[in-house]
Structure formats: structure tokens, C-alpha cells
């Protein structure tokens, strides 16, 4: 058996008099387990919102795995090609044309690895369907602002070992072999 109780109040203000009404109507009657109707939904939502949890931090450690690789990848580019680069500066190149040219190298291969991701996302949509919750297969929002947040990841890990190609002194690099 159970009782409902619509309240205007806070609900849990009047656990204490509920009980002692079921406990006028019939002493020998248990008062157990009282609680609110958002402590019940709560409690059912707590599986579904553990798993968002965990697939937004594994979602979180993907990401940053994938952009040390970047920057792993392109940081050896990079040195691998002191010698070209150096070479480059002491033709005239400047800085902003080695930094320039090394981040769209980079950003060239996260680009379509990007547009190869994104296609298979939207792909797989309906799969998924069934574990979304007021967001639809194909939100506009989600791709965009995932992409974004790819891309600019991409970015920053594409950064870094351009900046250092822009520190090579053109006399040490030719001198290098």
C-alpha cells in the first residue's frame, strides 16, 4: 500500500506529520520508507546519469590522448625537418611563414580526419537514438560545437611544435650534418 501527498510546501517539512497521520488511522500500520517524489525519480535517474558521467570523462581522456598523438606527430615532424626549415629561414623565410606552413600541415591531416569522424557520427546516429534524451540524432549544436572543440584542440597541439620551428637558428641547422 502507499499514499500519495500533493503539497504546496517543501514535501520534506511533512514527513514527520504524515507518519503520525498514518499512525492515527491505524497504529499497528508501518510508516516506512517515506519519501519524496523527486527522491524517487532521483534515485531511478542515478544509472543513467552515472553512464553520462563516465562517457563524458572517457569522452574527456580520448581527447586529450588524441592531442598529445598530434602533438606527438608533429612535434616530430618537426624535428625531423630542422635542417628544411633552417634552410627555409636563411633563404629569407620568415617566422610567421615556418609557423604558417607547419600549422596547416597539421591542421590539413586533423581536417579530414575531422570530416571522417564527423561523417561517421552522423552515420551511426541511429544507433544511439535510443540513449538520447531531449537532444535529437542529428543536433545541429552538438556537431558544430564537437567540431569546434576538435578542431581547436587540433589546433593548439599543431601550436606548439610550430612555435619551436620557429626558433631554429638557420646557421645551427645547416651546420646540423
Known amino acids: 500500500m502507499s499514499v500519495h501527498v ?87 623565410a620568415q617566422r610567421g611563414d615556418v609557423l604558417r606552413m607547419v600549422i596547416l600541415q597539421g591542421m590539413k591531416v586533423a581536417s579530414i580526419g575531422v570530416a571522417i569522424g564527423s561523417g561517421l557520427a552522423f552515420v551511426s546516429t541511429r544507433v544511439v537514438s535510443s540513449y538520447l534524451y531531449d537532444v535529437s540524432t542529428t543536433d545541429p549544436v552538438t556537431f558544430t560545437g564537437i567540431t569546434l572543440i576538435l578542431v581547436g584542440v587540433a589546433c593548439l597541439a599543431c601550436y606548439l611544435p610550430a612555435r619551436r620551428a620557429t626558433r631554429v637558428d638557420p646557421l645551427e641547422a645547416l651546420r646540423y650534418e
Open 6 to 92: 500533493h503539497t504546496n510546501g517543501n514535501p520534506k517539512q511533512l514527513i514527520a506529520a504524515i507518519r503520525r497521520e498514518v499512525q492515527t488511522l491505524d497504529p499497528n500500520l508501518p510508516a516506512f520508507n517515506v519519501t519524496t517524489l523527486a527522491d524517487n525519480i532521483e534515485i531511478s535517474l542515478f544509472p543513467a546519469r552515472l553512464g553520462a558521467v563516465l562517457l563524458g570523462v572517457f569522452g574527456g581522456l580520448a581527447l586529450l590522448i588524441a592531442s598529445i598523438g598530434i602533438y606527438g606527430v608533429m612535434s616530430f615532424g618537426v624535428s625531423e625537418r630542422t635542417r628544411e626549415m633552417g634552410i627555409r629561414m636563411a633563404l629569407g
